[in-house]
């Protein structure tokens, strides 16, 4: 059954069936829609059901039904009536009109419905003015009664590349007490998603200007200010470079685990006492640590956080891998090679960190040679090259060949 069957038996009912949310914001937008979901007023869920009894119910606190991988609410109002995200009293019924529902919606954008039967939008918030002007805005006062949706509106502004209007901020600042009653899964699928986007740093600008970025990204917040010498980082401090290599990781992977890497590479530098700056050192042991609390405060995945500890700690030696003596640079390739992030993640945040001040950041090639020397030289090749088989003197000799395989290397190049 498609949409228009279904909106034309909903219509001889009295009612009115509406494409809502996210899909009518991206068919404006030119974006690929990836869900549908749709809205009916004029019905009671006793005669929605009598309609369609094939359609499954799910939900407790409003009914939401699917119907051939279609998503159909009833209208509905919201009360808040608790602290956090979930706290809300739902009324439904068919005397709620389009408008109504729309209301309790976040952002303008969302707020917009389009009449399956006629073409009809039903705009009353100006959504469609402010997706042309690249603008987020809060739909209501409604707004504040839910606390997720301060990280819902950064994250759609670094994913849409828009502005997030002043009283927006000024709602999102308002809603920063109750932002420590949010499920920390619920924060890092909203950080995820926006990670996941072209400009990842669009979100954790948007929380900063709201003055809320403390509350779940403490140790982000901390590179505000964090001086760094000028000749090495004309950009600003240690929150802008941070920016930036993010932004550039997501030019070059699509993987999150490496674009997250990137985003905690230096957030030792967040707690350098203020008499050592604009100097740094030991960043990259400290920020181990930290890498790690931000990981159990937003529910971060474990690889994600054994990813970050790696870029925290080794990116340093990355940037002057071709400095280093044979033996540290044998040392530094088998320690990476064996850890979750690699090789090739970590050359790529070693070439974020730095594409701004190399003169040629292209020469950061140490993935390539370090896969061919541990591939050539590996366990079996001691073992037979030695006939040996004890543990430790395979581990031993494995570290000398090494080296001597990347003498010569050195020396044919």
Same mark, same amino acid.
């Given at each position: ?249 997501? %030019? ?5 685990? =490496?674009?997250?890497? &990137? *985003?905690?590479?230096?957030? @030792?530098?967040? /707690?350098?006492? $203020? ?86 950041? %292209? ?5 390539? =040679?370090?896969?061919? &020397? *541990?591939?050539?030289?590996? @366990?079996?090749? /001691?073992?037979? $090259? ?28």
């Amino acid at each position: 059954m498609d949409k228009i069957e279904i909106a034309k038996k909903i219509r001889k009912k009295g009612g009115t069936l509406y494409l809502v949310g996210g899909a009518v914001r991206d068919e404006l937008l030119g974006r690929e829609v990836q869900d549908e979901d749709y809205c009916v007023t004029g019905l009671s869920e006793e005669k929605f059901e009598e309609l369609f009894p094939m359609a499954y119910k799910r939900g407790t606190s409003f009914p939401v039904y699917v119907l051939e991988t279609k998503e159909i609410a009833l209208a509905r109002r919201e009360q808040k009536s608790g602290i956090g995200h979930k706290e809300f009293s739902v009324v439904t019924g068919k005397e709620i009109t389009i408008e109504e529902d729309l209301a309790r919606r976040d952002i303008t954008i969302n707020a917009i419905a389009k009449n399956v039967l006629t073409q009809e939008w039903i705009d009353p918030y100006q959504g469609r003015k402010d997706l042309k002007n690249k603008i987020i805005r809060a739909t209501t006062s409604a707004f504040l009664e839910d606390p997720l949706r301060a990280y819902r509106v950064a994250r759609f502004a670094s994913i849409l590349e828009f502005e997030v209007e002043q009283n927006t901020l000024s709602m999102m600042q308002k809603l920063k007490p109750e932002l420590s009653s949010l499920a920390k899964e619920r924060v890092f699928e909203e950080c995820k998603k926006a990670l996941a986007s072209k400009k990842p740093s669009i979100f954790f600008r948007v929380l900063k200007s709201a003055g809320i970025l403390e509350v779940h990204f403490k140790e982000i917040q901390d590179l505000i200010g964090s001086l760094q010498p000028i000749k090495y980082h004309p950009e600003g401090d240690s929150f802008e470079h941070t920016m930036m290599v993010v932004d550039k990781s997501a %030019e070059i992977t699509e993987d999150l685990r =490496i674009r997250f890497s &990137c *985003l905690v590479h230096d957030l @030792g530098k967040g /707690i350098t006492p $203020k008499e050592m700056l604009p100097h740094h050192y030991g960043h990259d042991k400290k920020g181990e640590e930290l890498v790690e609390h931000l990981g159990q405060r937003i529910a971060i995945p474990k690889a994600w956080i054994e990813c970050g500890k790696v870029a925290a700690k080794e990116h340093m030696l990355g940037g002057i891998f071709e400095q280093m003596s044979i033996p540290k640079q044998v040392d530094f390739l088998t320690r990476v090679a064996k850890s979750r992030l690699g090789l090739d993640g970590m050359q790529i945040v070693v070439f974020c960190d730095r594409w701004r001040k190399e003169e040629k950041p %292209e020469n950061i090639l140490f993935a390539q =040679i370090g896969k061919e &020397c *541990l591939k050539e030289i590996n @366990g079996e090749y /001691i073992k037979q $090259k030695y006939s040996i088989e004890d543990t430790k003197q395979v581990g031993e000799l494995l570290r000398k060949e090494r080296i001597e395989w990347m003498k010569k290397k050195k020396q044919n190049t």
